[in-house]
């Protein structure tokens, strides 16, 4: 595997691609064309040099990822929103008139706002407040602490559990599948085809899954030193590690998208089988929005002959 440096998401009926600053999404519409819509975005970590120091890019690629994953949600989802002859609410009333084309902007940071805060609490508090309840049953703090990372978890696997069995979740996760496949395909060496991407990989180690799944095993290390008493105080402390954790759990995903050091393939193990969860074998139709997502922003020809010369 030779590092490209392209990365994505699955959004709505279609895939993002991005390579440095230049991305693409592709969306197989209602009528079965294939739109692809291209633009630049310039990363936090670009624009702002200290936003660049290892164990602090972390925190703002994320940042990145969660505002460039609304934008192509929000392209990708207009194909597909309900009947306009429909009546509006006197709430969607009031916000047209009060914000108008504008509301986009707006809506964007409070609904990213709401879903970090939404992810903290349940996959930080609850956890919290669950160990908590068992807490007179075990009396030792390291005990604890690594019941309550199971217990994260287990909520965090219990809710991609349920969230799959929608049937929009499962196609969006098939479209994750396809992603990855397009990426392994090219990075071992293979032409982008529907053939080979069919027969590629739907794991990779530089998905998010992978990060997600790395943060909380990272947690539950972390939460066994930091040692307070008190609910509130153990909830303030869990809240301010995040982007501690996220920052250490980056330059893990770093290091572990450009080796296949056998030590590292073992870390990654968790994060790639969870993704069997998260990820779905796509159909050809999906392969081919795939590749149109990457063709639109990535030169895999050129990237074959000088990586792969001995392929061509």
């Known amino acids: 595997m030779k590092y490209s440096g392209i990365g994505g998401q699955a959004v709505i009926e279609g895939i993002m691609m991005k390579n440095k600053q230049e991305y693409a999404t592709a969306v197989r519409k209602p009528d079965g064309e294939i739109e692809v819509k291209r633009d630049r975005y310039v990363s936090l970590t670009e624009?702002?040099?200290f936003f660049a120091l290892p164990f602090v890019r972390g925190v703002f690629s994320f940042a990145d990822s969660m505002i460039l994953g609304m934008?192509?949600?929000?392209?990708?989802?207009?194909?597909?929103?309900?009947d306009e002859e429909e009546e509006?609410?006197?709430?969607?009333?009031?916000?047209?008139?009060?914000f108008g084309e504008a509301l986009e902007k707006v809506l964007m940071p409070i609904v990213m706002v709401f879903s970090v805060i939404a992810a903290i609490a349940i996959f930080m508090v609850l956890p919290l407040g669950i160990s908590s309840l068992i807490r007179p049953l075990v009396p030792s703090d390291t005990v604890m602490a690594f019941l309550e990372g199971i217990i994260r978890l287990a909520i965090f696997i219990g809710y991609i559990k349920i969230?799959?069995?929608?049937?929009?979740?499962?196609?969006?996760?098939?479209?994750h599948g396809a992603e990855h496949k397009c990426i392994n395909c090219?990075?071992?060496?293979?032409?982008?085809?529907?053939d080979n991407v069919r027969a590629s990989s739907k794991q990779h180690k530089r998905c998010g899954t992978s990060f997600l799944i790395i943060v909380m095993m990272i947690s539950i290390l972390f939460f066994m030193v930091v040692r307070v008493d008190g609910f509130l105080l153990k909830a303030v402390s869990r809240i301010l590690l995040i982007p501690v954790i996220a920052g250490i759990s980056y330059e893990f995903l770093r290091i572990a998208g450009r080796s296949d050091a056998g030590i590292v393939n073992l870390l990654s193990k968790p994060g790639m089988w969870m993704q069997n969860m998260t990820t779905k074998e796509p159909d050809d139709s999906m392969i081919e929005v795939a590749i149109a997502a990457v063709e639109a922003v990535f030169d895999w020809r050129a990237y074959l002959k000088e990586n792969f010369p001995e392929r061509g």
Request: proline share 2%; aromatic share 14%.
């Open 163 to 175: 969230i799959s069995n929608m049937e929009d979740i499962r196609r969006t996760f098939m479209y």
């Open 47 to 49: 624009r702002v040099r």
């Open 71 to 82: 934008r192509t949600l929000t392209f990708s989802a207009s194909f597909f929103e309900d």
């Open 88 to 98: 509006p609410s006197k709430f969607e009333k009031w916000l047209d008139n009060h």
């Open 186 to 194: 090219i990075e071992h060496g293979l032409e982008l085809t529907v």
